[in-house]
């Protein structure tokens, strides 16, 4: 007899699946490779139970969503994790970010992590990251401080995180592990240190899995995210992954204008007017040089 379940951890070619019977360790059947299709984290699926105790996985329903990296499927949001300080905070990695969730047009939520570390930060520091945190407030993406070492935050994310299968990512050493064992602490996660050397942390996550929340919903941990790419990405259709931009992009003199060196450009009025944030729009003609960049090599 057939089960339904999802996929929640994969590792080499074995994968735990989540049924109404407990969870059951499967292979995939032969034809999926055939078919250049693989089961991801995430999916839901079909298994059967074979006499030795092992689940094979017969079919795939369909995906709603699919990251490439992470592998993941079936996702609702990202969380995506920054810490604002040890490691600085990168706005133009986190804006990286956002180009990459929302090319998959998926929700996010931002997560500034140890901000009891900030009235150690000097005032500069601190003065820029208010500043940075009123950017993306004012853009409509919801904003979340947090210190797991305090406390402070933790209930306010609980609630975003509530019933939805939520893929965390951010940059290395900004605390994902140890917010994962704050969440769910019967699952302590390898934390690494910060390398003093570099500024930055090092992966502690090896592989994708599904960890189920007390609250209802998954958190998805996610090993190598930060090695963004924007290959689905066009100079085209860059501007869509930039929300801000839409309100004003209709009143640009020419359709499909990349904002840049067009002239009657409204995007680049609204910029200089202060309607959108200046780091903002410095980062998207970094990504369009990018990718313009990129097309050029390919033709």
């Known amino acids: 007899m057939a089960l339904e379940g999802r996929?929640?951890?994969?590792?080499?070619n074995f994968y735990d699946v989540d049924t109404p019977n407990g969870v059951i360790t499967c292979k995939a059947r032969g034809v999926f490779k055939k078919h250049a299709l693989s089961p991801l984290v995430g999916d839901w699926v079909e298994v059967t139970v074979e006499a030795d105790g092992l689940g094979v996985i017969r079919a795939i329903k369909p995906r709603k969503n699919q990251l490439f990296r992470p592998p993941v499927a079936n996702m609702d949001q990202v969380c995506l994790v920054f810490s604002v300080a040890e490691p600085a905070l990168s706005l133009i990695l986190l804006d990286r970010f956002l180009v990459h969730v929302e090319s998959h047009q998926l929700s996010a939520v931002i997560c500034f992590s140890k901000i009891d570390l900030l009235p150690d930060q000097d005032p500069e520091t601190v003065e820029q990251f208010y500043r940075a945190r009123q950017i993306y407030m004012d853009i409509g993406y919801p904003v979340v401080?947090?210190?797991?070492?305090?406390?402070e935050g933790l209930a306010e994310l609980a609630e975003h995180l509530r019933g939805k299968t939520t893929v965390l990512a951010g940059q290395s050493g900004v605390g994902k592990s140890t917010l994962i064992n704050a969440f769910v602490p019967e699952r302590k996660m390898e934390t690494g240190e910060i390398s003093k050397k570099l500024g930055r942390g090092r992966h502690?996550?090896?592989?994708?899995?599904?960890?189920?929340?007390?609250?209802?919903g998954y958190l998805v941990d996610t090993p190598g995210f930060s090695q963004l790419d924007f290959a689905r990405i066009t100079s085209d259709n860059l501007s869509s992954t930039f929300p801000?931009?839409?309100?004003f992009s209709d009143a640009c003199r020419f359709r499909g204008c990349r904002h840049w060196k067009e002239p009657d450009c409204r995007v680049r009025e609204a910029v200089e007017e202060g309607a959108i944030a200046a780091s903002r729009y410095e980062h998207y003609l970094v990504f369009l040089q990018d990718r313009l960049q990129a097309e050029k090599e390919r033709w």
């Open 145 to 151: 401080c947090i210190s797991v070492r305090t406390g």
């Open 244 to 247: 801000e931009f839409a309100r």
């Open 204 to 216: 502690t996550t090896r592989h994708v899995e599904l960890l189920p929340l007390p609250q209802g």
């Open 7 to 12: 996929i929640v951890k994969a590792i080499s």
